[in-house]
């Protein structure tokens, strides 16, 4: 799910229906002892610092998170699912800014910036990815960390089937030319059918790294899972970590640069 592919306009596809049923729709992503794994590797390098989730959803990491003594923040483009973040208890402690995380500010400095489950792509341009970069960039202070999870393409055969369960039919579409990926979805929940399609810029790890350095950070860590699992070639996704330069003042001065 994504948002929609109009040409670099900001429109989320996170509608009512969507938010509220986002914990039906991917159970997956609230099994406790992922959302567990994810919170302990970030609270980690967040150490006492604060953290801005780009995409924040309906704070199902943001609200764990700001209970480990982490001022939250989160940038978020559908108001449906800040509301549905709004009903969660705790969700008082993380405070939520309506926005593109391509362009939207938050004042303060952040030790950490952090972009879940793919949500990269869900900006359909390079320019408008390497603008996410330098926005984490912008929002980290010296030494601050950008986390992004994401899976690794492999674009195949087109179209792809992705999901066939008795509730989730998914089938992706390639236009390698554009490297979009459109995903095409059918819910049936409660007995109703629900359809969409949402496009996807996917985009790999040496290209993230390109942005990530070109916005000034130098990559740390790479992992295939939240337990800090090894990546290898044939890793499906990876949790992967730049760092914002140690001294601001002077440009290039990232480690390992
Ligand atoms: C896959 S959900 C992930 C939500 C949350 N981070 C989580 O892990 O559960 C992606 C979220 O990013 C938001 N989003 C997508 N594109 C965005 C953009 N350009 N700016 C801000 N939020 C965006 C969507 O509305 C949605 O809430």
């Not at 799910?1 to 997956?28: K, N, Q």
């Not at 406790?32 to 970030?42: G, I, K, Q």
């Not at 337990?227 to 990232?254: E, K, M, N, Y």
């Amino acid at each position: 799910m994504g948002r929609a592919y109009i040409g670099g306009m900001a429109e989320s596809r996170f509608d009512g229906w969507t938010a509220a049923h986002y914990a039906r729709l991917w159970p997956e992503l609230f099994e406790p002892s992922l959302v567990e794994a994810t919170t302990d590797f970030l609270a980690g390098l967040a150490g006492g610092g604060a953290a801005l989730e780009f995409g924040v959803g309906t704070g199902r990491i943001a609200i764990p998170l700001s209970r480990r003594r982490i001022p939250v923040y989160g940038i978020e483009l559908s108001a449906a699912m800040i509301r549905e973040l709004r009903a969660q208890p705790g969700s008082d402690a993380v405070t939520v800014s309506l926005g593109d995380f391509a362009t939207t500010t938050v004042d303060g400095s952040f030790s950490l910036v952090y972009l879940l489950r793919n949500t990269i792509t869900n900006l359909t341009t390079r320019e408008e990815q390497a603008q996410a970069f330098r926005n984490a960039a912008g929002h980290l202070g010296a030494g601050g960390r950008f986390v992004i999870e994401n899976y690794v393409p492999v674009p195949a055969e087109s179209p792809r089937l992705f999901a066939d369960t008795g509730q989730h039919r998914g089938v992706e579409v390639y236009d390698v030319g554009k490297q979009i990926a459109v995903s095409h979805h059918t819910w049936i929940l409660d007995g109703e059918v629900h359809t969409y399609a949402s496009a996807h810029r996917y985009v790999g790890t040496a290209e993230l790294d390109d942005m990530a350095r070109a916005a000034g950070m130098s990559l740390r860590e790479r992992w295939a899972d939240w337990q800090r699992g090894p990546f290898t070639d044939t890793s499906p996704a990876h949790i992967s970590v730049w760092q914002a330069r140690v001294d601001l003042s002077r440009p290039g001065t990232a480690e390992n640069d």
